[in-house]
T-cell receptor
Framework: NAGVTQTPKFRVLKTGQSMTLLCAQDMNHEYMYWYRQDPGMGLRLIHY???????AKGEVPDGYNVSRLKKQNFLLGLESAAPSQTSVYFC??????????FGQGTRLTVV | DAKTTQPPSMDCAEGRAANLPCNHS???????VYWYRQIHSQGPQYIIH?????ETNEMASLIITEDRKSSTLILPHATLRDTAVYYCIVRSTLMDSNYQLIWGAGTKLIIKP
């Protein structure tokens, strides 16, 4: 039982390049979330999904897109990477009112 | 904005109880208090949660004041592995909240030998 798996774990992008981060969960949870965390700060919500085929904007959605074509996968896309998107990205899942489960993070550097 | 206030940092001696305070004076009746911790920038880890009664599990105890405006997380016998950033979060039980977690900066707890 892997829980929540994020790929890749590390990535370096050049400004203007695009990439997709994958979050995969094997717990059959409905709710999935993408966060970013900058040094010394708490997590900020980028986008979230309340079920397969749904997505919604969070606190800091600009520059990101998401898709949830399958219940177990939640993809975060950067269309044209900028240095301001250098951060650690976390995926999380929740089922109803239970606790959240997090992936181990993706460390992204945009140069 | 986060709905909780925590001290930015605390120290505790190894083997002693670590008591981490949290203020949530604007908490509403349908909001739980959740605690998570983050070790070395890994993914946050759930610790415990409660509504109004004190709670205990294998990791920690949660003491919530009667007016629910503040709480304390207690790690009964702190070890060096408990060094982490601890986040106190209030979260709605209602589905229309989408169960979102709003994170503050947390408390950096350092356990000293």
């Amino acid at each position: 039982n892997a829980g929540v798996t994020q790929t890749p774990k590390f990535r370096v992008l050049k400004t203007g390049q695009s990439m997709t981060l994958l979050c995969a969960q094997d717990m059959n949870h409905e709710y999935m979330y993408w966060y970013r965390q900058d040094p010394g700060m708490g997590l900020r919500l980028i986008h979230y999904s309340v079920g397969e085929g749904t997505t919604a904007k969070g606190e800091v959605p600009d520059g990101y897109n998401v898709s949830r074509l399958k219940k177990q996968n939640f993809l975060l896309g950067l269309e044209s990477a900028a240095p301001s998107q250098t951060s650690v990205y976390f995926c999380a899942t929740i089922q109803g009112g239970t606790e959240a489960f997090f992936g181990q993070g993706t460390r992204l550097t945009v140069v | 904005d986060a709905k909780t206030t925590q001290p930015p940092s605390m120290d505790c001696a190894e083997g002693r109880a670590a008591n981490l305070p949290c203020n949530h004076s604007t908490i509403s009746g349908n909001e739980y208090v959740y605690w998570y911790r983050q070790i070395h920038s890994q993914g946050p880890q759930y610790i415990i949660h409660g509504l109004k009664n004190n709670e205990t599990n294998e990791m920690a105890s949660l003491i919530i004041t009667e007016d629910r405006k503040s709480s304390t997380l207690i790690l009964p016998h702190a070890t060096l592995r408990d060094t982490a950033v601890y986040y106190c979060i209030v979260r709605s039980t209602l589905m229309d909240s989408n169960y979102q977690l709003i994170w503050g900066a947390g408390t950096k707890l350092i356990i000293k030998p």
